[in-house]
């Protein structure tokens, strides 16, 4: 049985560019925000709008090195189902620690699995902000037989 073709969802955010940006480096601040409240081991002091430098590092690793990594251990993200992608979370927190040590700013990731349930932490309240944020879309099509 051939089913009809899914239509792409149409672009619904009358937002302009750099207040989805905007809305998205928020989300990302208050998740690194949340990821050092409850993963023991990253660490922050300091004014508060320096978590904003944290995440705009974070996001720009991200934005930068992430596909280089992916692209680079492809087979083993293939292998491990994805799973190897909280290997990557970790470290690019890491990197983040290591960059915003040299800004002077206090944030620090002390290890490996702070690092881990940290990233973990971040992708999860990243996902669940930008969902009731609108920022991102989801389709659910249902097929009639």
Known sequence: MQYPPIPPIPPTDPRPPWQRLTLRWLISSLAIFAAVWIVPGIEFSGPGWQIGIVALVFGLLNALLRPLIYMLT?????????????????????????????????????GFWPAFFGGLVISLVTTVLSMLAGDTQIQVVHVKE
Not at 78 to 94: D, E, K, P, S, Y
């Open 74 to 110: 492809c087979p083993l993200v293939i292998l491990t189902l994805g799973m190897f992608g909280l290997v990557i979370n970790a470290v690019m927190l890491g990197l983040t620690s290591a960059l915003a040590d040299q800004l002077n700013i206090a944030f620090h990731v002390y």
